[in-house]
């Protein structure tokens, strides 16, 4: 397919998008969601192929604490880009109602609606407790819950006893596509037995090789969402004019890692409010071992790290996630890779 005046093949590996929906500094989780609603209706126009946010909860660090409401609502303000769950966290809820909403959600957008699962809480002890409200189906039920979701995703019987004549409405022709998340080699473990396409977080974890996806692709039984392995990793991205200004925007990102690490980010810091922390040797420290793990620069740099990273890990596709304070750089980000990339 001819791209333009460059009459240039496309990149055959898809650039996709996850969106955590961030609180700024001096803003709030209604210009958050704003935002996020802004920023899929810009990737869709530039030809991204999936837009999916996430789910965190007990945060005022990231707004995006009920995918399915939002993807309700993108779904009306995009048109072709695929919508999806990065991702529910499965633990919490039962199967069949996850399965009903996500139905309901293709009913409105046929063919378009991705179901993204984790086994992470995305939150705090407690806050997992209030979710559950004194249910004891917990993590180590994650696999049994995986199974249940897909038969109930596609009209077959569950594993689970009890579970036998379930079957989920609205009834779909197609069942909203069904993938696993992680950021550990269980969770590719997993993804191969269930036969599911696989997303690794990069940004969680970049200590990672490219055993863990070798062990995913080894290991892979097609399933009824997934004929063949299916390898996307998620990178946390700025892209800007020069590497100079790159820096700059990501100084914002490095602030927020370190409150981070301490155990509350709060809201994400302008530059100059990073500019102005007082680093200490350590933190500064673990700032540049950070920055080595993102793909940040100019379009070439940028575009030069993730075709590394599909090349090292032999990936079907990429999924980015940009966060800056700004929001006119935020878009210029994904502007500038995706016109590069292809």
């Given at each position: 397919m001819a791209l333009g005046v460059t009459a240039q093949m496309q990149n055959p590996v898809k650039l996709s998008v996850l969106d955590q929906s961030p609180v700024k500094s001096g803003l709030d989780a209604y210009s958050a969601i704003d935002e996020t609603l802004g920023l899929a209706t810009l990737c869709d126009n530039l030809g991204y192929h999936r837009y999916w946010v996430a789910e965190h909860h007990a945060s005022d660090a990231l707004a995006g604490c009920s995918p399915e409401v939002l993807l309700g609502r993108l779904g009306a303000e995009t048109k072709d880009i695929r919508l999806g769950s990065g991702g529910i966290m499965l633990p919490h809820y039962s199967p069949?109602?996850?399965?009903?909403?996500?139905?309901?959600?293709?009913?409105?957008?046929?063919s378009r609606i991705d179901l993204g699962i984790g086994r992470a809480p995305g939150t705090d002890p407690f806050t997992a407790a209030a979710i559950r409200y004194g249910s004891t189906v917990g993590p180590e039920h994650f696999p049994n819950m995986v199974l249940d979701l897909q038969a109930l995703l596609n009209d077959t019987e569950p594993v689970t006893p009890g579970l036998e004549n379930a079957q989920a409405y609205p009834k779909v022709d197609t069942p909203p596509e069904l993938w696993m998340l992680g950021s550990s080699s269980d969770s590719s473990s997993l993804a191969a037995v269930a036969g599911l396409p696989y997303n690794f977080a990069h940004f969680i974890n970049p200590m990672i090789g490219p055993e863990i996806f070798e062990n995913y692709r080894e290991n892979f039984k097609a399933g009824?969402?997934?004929?063949?392995?299916?390898?996307?990793?998620?990178?946390?991205?700025?892209?800007?004019?020069?590497?100079?200004?790159?820096?700059?925007?990501?100084?914002?990102?490095?602030?927020?890692?370190?409150?981070?690490?301490r155990g509350s980010p709060g809201p994400f810091p302008s530059v100059q409010e990073a500019s102005d922390y007082p680093y200490s040797s350590r933190e500064l420290q673990v700032i540049e071992e950070n920055r080595k793990k993102r793909a940040i620069g100019t379009p070439e740099q940028v575009c030069e790290k993730l075709e590394s990273y599909v090349n090292d890990f032999e990936l079907d596709e990429l999924m980015i996630l940009t966060i800056t304070h700004s929001k006119s750089a935020r878009k210029k980000s994904y502007e500038l890779l995706y016109s590069n990339w292809n």
């Open positions: 069949y109602k996850v399965a009903e909403n996500f139905r309901m959600l293709e009913t409105m957008y046929p009824p969402n997934c004929d063949a392995p299916h390898s996307v990793l998620t990178v946390f991205t700025i892209c800007a004019e020069t590497e100079k200004e790159a820096l700059e925007l990501s100084k914002s990102r490095d602030l927020w890692f370190i409150r981070l690490l």
